[in-house]
């Protein structure tokens, strides 16, 4: 994800608030200072954290711009949570080395890859001036100043701090839905995980202030609010009211103008009944729920030190399955972990058939820096961590598709999310989390519509406007 379509503009807050008052945009754009970029890699995350560091950046006079060529400042936020994500980085960087104009760029990296790289990096990419942890993202302009007025190399790289909630602005890059931040870091001990290292211990918002944006969200026009957290579902309210997780799901469902209400990503070990009951509860809850598993092997998950087992897991899976709502559940995965057999790798599979997942994001171990898995032999070949994770995927791709097909003559309602006009058509999502294509115009964006599944594949499905006859049949 890159720079893109903007719901604040450059400039500082009182300048910004005044022209948004007066409708005055060009003001505000002719005072837009220097010109940064934000390319972001991963997760939810790391997509809101770039909404954070821009608006940051938008408050104190800089402006975005759709290209690095056109910069002035060039920021790289990835996570490092897989390999990949973070060779893509410093593959970015590497064409700066022969730029000719790379000395007149202030070039950093943030987020997880610079807070477990740290110092690194600049060993790495000499011509990288700035790297910034999240938990210092308010900070960036101060950082940014210390680089202009002579330094040649900054960090910041504290994680002892609750201030990456508090950031002057965030810029929404979707005029619909909005991110928001409810807890941060993780206090689990995953072995393969480098989260507790590069975000830090858990540190939860306190929930009148998340209340309060998600309020103030709504007011603007947001109807959809995801809260976000890499163990949201750990939540500790520190505020007066000790809401519990499940306590603050609904209260953001009961925010007049929320229609729609997602959170991720959950941890098994502190999934609990009050979860699902809310969601029964509340209509604006999403009947979907993301709870990663990683293996369907109890050795595995021993050594991958998950705190539970694979029948502990599956008792949660049943308790979701037991809702009054059907809800459609997703997964993590991961195969080819450190000594992880044949029969290991087998069970896993037999998972995908006792669960009935709707959608798994499968990957290959990948040995992470720092980690206690990264001392462990990683004794699976490369070779065979492929023909793995292609079976896996063949069998999800089959269980998806039978799964996708139980929704064919149904009527759903979609939230419009894009448009392909190429093919003339809406693209949307069911609260259960579903693509749908459907003919549209490109003026929907951001619409409620009912729409009738014609069709079905195993990663979306296809449907059309439905009649009045069928809108009264409609399963949100």
């Given at each position: 994800?890159?720079?893109?379509?903007?719901?604040?503009?450059?400039?500082?807050?009182?300048?910004?608030?005044?022209?948004?008052?007066?409708?005055?945009?060009?003001?505000?754009?002719?005072?837009?200072?220097?010109?940064?970029?934000?390319?972001?890699?991963?997760?939810?995350?790391?997509?809101?954290?770039?909404?954070?560091?821009?608006?940051?950046?938008?408050?104190?006079?800089?402006?975005?711009?759709?290209?690095?060529?056109?910069?002035?400042?060039?920021?790289?936020?990835?996570?490092?949570?897989?390999?990949?994500?973070?060779?893509?980085?410093?593959?970015?960087?590497?064409?700066?080395?022969?730029?000719?104009?790379?000395?007149?760029?202030?070039?950093?990296?943030?987020?997880?890859?610079a807070q477990q790289e740290a110092d690194r990096i600049f060993e790495r990419a000499p011509h990288v001036s700035l790297v910034c942890g999240s938990a210092s993202y308010p900070k960036?302009?101060?950082?940014?100043?210390?680089?202009?007025?002579?330094?040649?190399?900054?960090?910041?790289?504290?994680?002892?701090?609750?201030?990456?909630?508090?950031?002057?602005?965030?810029?929404?890059?979707?005029?619909?839905?909005?991110?928001?931040?409810?807890?941060?870091?993780?206090?689990?001990?995953?072995?393969?995980c480098v989260v507790p290292m590069t975000r830090g211990p858990e540190r939860s918002r306190p929930s009148n202030t998340i209340l309060s944006e998600c309020r103030r969200l709504a007011?603007?026009?947001?109807?959809?609010?995801?809260?976000?957290?890499?163990?949201?579902?750990?939540?500790?309210?520190?505020?007066?009211?000790?809401?519990?997780?499940?306590?603050?799901?609904?209260?953001?469902?009961?925010?007049?103008?929320?229609?729609?209400?997602?959170?991720?990503?959950?941890?098994?070990?502190?999934?609990?009944?009050?979860?699902?009951?809310?969601?029964?509860?509340?209509?604006?809850?999403?009947?979907?729920?993301?709870?990663?598993?990683?293996?369907?092997?109890?050795?595995?998950?021993?050594?991958?030190?998950?705190?539970?087992?694979?029948?502990?897991?599956?008792?949660?899976?049943?308790?979701?399955?037991?809702?009054?709502?059907?809800?459609?559940?997703?997964?993590?995965?991961?195969?080819?972990?450190?000594?992880?057999?044949?029969?290991?790798?087998?069970?896993?599979?037999?998972?995908?058939?006792?669960?009935?997942?709707?959608?798994?994001?499968?990957?290959?171990?990948?040995?992470?820096?720092?980690?206690?898995?990264?001392?462990?032999?990683?004794?699976?070949?490369?070779?065979?961590?492929?023909?793995?994770?292609?079976?896996?995927?063949?069998?999800?791709?089959?269980?998806?598709?039978?799964?996708?097909?139980?929704?064919?003559?149904?009527?759903?309602?979609?939230?419009?999310?894009?448009?392909?006009?190429?093919?003339?058509?809406?693209?949307?999502?069911?609260?259960?989390?579903?693509?749908?294509?459907?003919?549209?115009?490109?003026?929907?964006?951001?619409?409620?519509?009912?729409?009738?599944?014609?069709?079905?594949?195993?990663?979306?499905?296809?449907?059309?406007?439905?009649?009045?006859?069928?809108?009264?049949?409609?399963?949100?």
């Amino acid at each position: 994800m890159t720079s893109g379509p903007f719901q604040i503009l450059p400039g500082s807050p009182q300048l910004f608030e005044s022209a948004k008052a007066q409708g005055d945009f060009a003001r505000v754009c002719e005072s837009a200072g220097k010109p940064f970029y934000i390319e972001t890699f991963g997760c939810q995350m790391n997509v809101h954290d770039s909404e954070k560091v821009a608006g940051v950046l938008m408050a104190r006079g800089y402006r975005p711009v759709s290209s690095p060529e056109e910069a002035e400042v060039i920021f790289y936020n990835t996570c490092s949570i897989r390999e990949k994500a973070a060779q893509k980085v410093f593959s970015r960087l590497g064409t700066y080395r022969k730029g000719r104009d790379s000395d007149r760029k202030i070039i950093g990296v943030l987020g997880c890859v610079a807070q477990q790289e740290a110092d690194r990096i600049f060993e790495r990419a000499p011509h990288v001036s700035l790297v910034c942890g999240s938990a210092s993202y308010p900070k960036l302009p101060d950082l940014l100043d210390q680089l202009e007025s002579g330094h040649r190399r900054i960090t910041g790289l504290s994680l002892d701090t609750d201030e990456c909630f508090e950031t002057e602005m965030t810029r929404r890059d979707n005029r619909f839905r909005a991110y928001i931040t409810i807890i941060e870091g993780c206090d689990k001990a995953c072995t393969y995980c480098v989260v507790p290292m590069t975000r830090g211990p858990e540190r939860s918002r306190p929930s009148n202030t998340i209340l309060s944006e998600c309020r103030r969200l709504a007011e603007e026009g947001f109807t959809e609010i995801q809260l976000l957290g890499q163990t949201v579902n750990s939540y500790r309210d520190p505020a007066p009211a000790r809401l519990s997780f499940a306590e603050l799901l609904a209260r953001v469902a009961e925010v007049p103008g929320v229609r729609r209400v997602r959170f991720t990503t959950s941890h098994p070990h502190d999934f609990s009944a009050d979860i699902v009951e809310a969601i029964d509860r509340h209509p604006a809850l999403c009947d979907q729920i993301h709870l990663p598993v990683q293996s369907g092997s109890n050795a595995v998950l021993q050594r991958m030190r998950r705190t539970y087992t694979r029948e502990e897991y599956l008792e949660k899976i049943h308790c979701i399955r037991s809702a009054k709502r059907a809800i459609s559940i997703s997964t993590d995965m991961i195969v080819g972990f450190c000594g992880e057999t044949i029969e290991d790798f087998e069970e896993t599979l037999s998972l995908l058939d006792e669960v009935g997942y709707d959608q798994v994001f499968s990957f290959k171990y990948s040995p992470r820096p720092k980690t206690v898995a990264g001392h462990l032999e990683d004794s699976v070949p490369e070779e065979e961590k492929g023909r793995r994770l292609s079976v896996l995927q063949a069998k999800q791709r089959e269980i998806q598709n039978q799964r996708n097909q139980t929704c064919v003559e149904q009527t759903y309602e979609v939230l419009v999310e894009g448009f392909q006009p190429r093919l003339g058509q809406a693209v949307g999502r069911t609260t259960s989390n579903r693509i749908v294509n459907f003919p549209g115009e490109p003026s929907w964006l951001g619409r409620y519509m009912n729409v009738r599944v014609t069709a079905s594949g195993p990663n979306s499905l296809v449907g059309e406007l439905a009649t009045e006859q069928t809108a009264g049949q409609v399963k949100r």
